[in-house]
């Protein structure tokens, strides 16, 4: 189980890495402007984060 959740771990890193290429004129590290589904975007990996922390400690 643990080695399942690093490969998702860093398949979900290697992702946000290169998200910046992906990213329309006004987004990525030289200027930022929001929609709002950037927010639920956020919103989501949050929660995403929690569910992994909560289930990761479960089986402990």
Do not use: N, R, Y
């Amino acid at each position: 189980m643990p080695q399942q959740i690093l490969k998702l771990l860093s398949f979900v890193l290697a992702w946000l890495a290169c998200a910046p290429a992906l990213a329309h004129e006004g987004h990525g590290l030289a200027g930022s402007h929001w929609h709002v589904t950037d927010a639920w975007g956020f919103a989501a990996l949050g929660l995403g984060l929690v569910a992994l922390i909560w289930f990761s400690k479960g089986e402990k």
